[in-house]
């Protein structure tokens, strides 16, 4: 009998693919290179097109991290892999996959959907009618990419058939913000520190606020956007992920179920988006920039962006709670395109400092977690000013820079932590099938009216906020931003 650790086919569907190369491989070899990988482990790559692992080596290659002695380790890991061509809905070429997989005997066998959802039905029942585990103490699980589906019931319908063919158990919807250090970190900053826990409810905190920007837009990079836009590409999934980390309770262990079940729960007290709870944008290029660089154009400007598109690249969303916990706080996601800056980040803005003792002179204190780049905890503090006389105050921060107090440490990749979670059997960082049925529910409704409507998004200028009416719109839901200080890494 095998080891439950030992003895795993890692097969890659998509192999020639573009996510395979610039992600998969490098966070394989990295795994390799750390020895993290369970003993015995292969790698089967399966496309529709002939491999040339040495044409594949050389396309993965810049983005790998290699140095040193590391090219020799290199060469070991690609001497772990082999290739299989065949197309996604032959069964004779299942059959040919599963004649190859089964000459390694007894194993168990990782699937890793690198794929456009159009050929997600026609892979899976190829693999369960032919691929799976054989033997009793082997294992199968499947990996797959969002998009999980663009809508209820096309989500549902892709649900509905992942379950007549895998357990929950074996399906792993990767979400790759859910591997990222300061998400993953939430947890222990939420209910690992006792200031924080008495603090997180509505009777201190006045608003949410959580952010994924981007200075560069689309251009060259069209890929499926046009179809899905900001709402669908990066709200529905990473940010309302981090929504349900942030918001909700207590879970009764840390093991996946009750994270989970958690993270539903508090989800389902989420009403559907409205129509006037979002604002929608579109960016125009800056005529003012070098006629060379990205930002002199804008979204229409790429000839694969159909004249009349109204695809948003920006969208703001107010989402309320409707529990004790949370009643009456905003949970205000922001995304878009072409902004002025590129961050990710989660921030936390405090109630005003009752019985005002120093008027007007006290900003509200926030707690920022910064996702990326560069990882930080500060918190926003008010200090009397050095030197001065009576209480001029000054804002200042209580910093926590990932890079200067943890300068020994490896932070790893997110695909990095989440393909070893798989080889580990831990799903508490993916996305199981009720959360999804619920995130589609709160955005569902206002996407359709959105197109049935074809409200047109407002345009904003490439490097700018994005609309000014999002701004507006944070300050009717109560945020106060005084401008007076700024964040810089050091």
């Not at 649900?159 to 913000?177: C, N, T, V």
């Not at 606020?209 to 529905?236: A, C, H, P, W």
């Not at 609309?467 to 007076?484: F, H, I, L, N, W």
Request: charged share 25%; proline share 4%; with cysteine.
């Amino acid at each position: 009998m095998m080891n439950d650790q030992q003895n795993t086919l890692f097969v890659i569907f998509g192999a020639s693919g573009d996510l395979a190369r610039r992600k998969i491989y490098p966070v394989l070899w990295y795994l390799f290179r750390d020895q993290l990988l369970p003993p015995g482990t292969r790698f089967v790559g399966y496309s529709r097109s002939t491999i040339v692992k040495k044409n594949l080596e050389e396309k993965s290659k810049p983005f790998m991290k290699i140095t040193g002695q590391e090219k020799v380790n290199l060469s070991d890991f690609w001497d772990l892999h082999s290739f299989v061509s065949g197309s996604y809905s032959d069964d004779a070429d299942f059959k040919k996959l599963e004649t190859y997989l089964a000459s390694y005997g007894s194993t168990n066998r990782i699937f890793y959907l690198a794929l456009p959802p159009s050929v997600f039905e026609d892979v899976t029942t190829g693999i369960k009618k032919f691929c799976m585990a054989k033997s009793p103490v082997c294992h199968t699980r499947v990996i797959i990419e969002k998009p999980f589906g663009r809508d209820s019931a096309s989500s549902a319908e892709l649900s509905e058939h992942l379950a007549q063919l895998f357990k929950e158990s074996q399906m792993y919807r990767i979400d790759h913000y859910l591997g990222k250090e300061m998400v993953q970190n939430l947890m222990t900053l939420r209910f690992g520190n006792g200031i924080f826990s008495h603090l997180w409810s509505r009777s201190a905190i006045a608003s949410v606020q959580v952010t994924f920007k981007e200075n560069i837009g689309t251009l060259g990079r069209m890929g499926y956007f046009d179809s899905f836009g900001i709402i669908r590409d990066v709200m529905q999934n990473h940010l309302l992920q981090i929504v349900a980390l942030v918001a909700m309770a207590r879970p009764v262990s840390i093991s996946a179920s009750d994270i989970r079940d958690e993270k539903v729960r508090v989800l389902r007290a989420i009403p559907p988006l409205k129509l006037e709870d979002c604002v929608i944008g579109q960016y125009t290029g800056d005529k003012n920039a070098d006629p060379k660089s990205e930002a002199w154009f804008g979204y229409k400007d790429d000839e694969s962006v159909p004249q009349d598109s109204q695809t948003p690249t920006f969208a703001l969303t107010v989402l309320k709670i409707d529990n004790e916990q949370w009643e009456g706080v905003p949970f205000i996601m922001r995304a878009g395109k072409g902004l002025n800056e590129g961050k990710a980040e989660i921030r936390i803005q405090f109630k005003d400092v009752a019985g005002n003792l120093f008027g007007k002179s006290a900003r509200r204190n926030e707690l920022v977690m910064r996702v990326q780049p560069g990882e930080a905890i500060y918190m926003k503090i008010n200090t009397k000013t050095p030197g001065s006389s009576g209480f001029e105050f000054h804002e200042t921060e209580m910093d926590l820079t990932y890079k200067n107090r943890y300068t020994h440490h490896y932070i790893p990749d997110a695909y990095e932590r989440l393909i070893l979670d798989v080889f580990q059997g831990n799903q508490m960082n993916f996305v199981r099938a009720d959360e999804l049925s619920e995130a589609w529910r709160i955005f569902t409704p206002v996407l359709k009216k959105m197109e049935d409507q074809r409200i047109e998004p407002l345009k904003y200028v490439f490097g700018s906020r994005g609309p000014e009416e999002a701004d507006e719109m944070c300050r009717k839901q109560g945020v106060e931003y005084s401008g007076t200080y700024q964040w810089k890494q050091i």
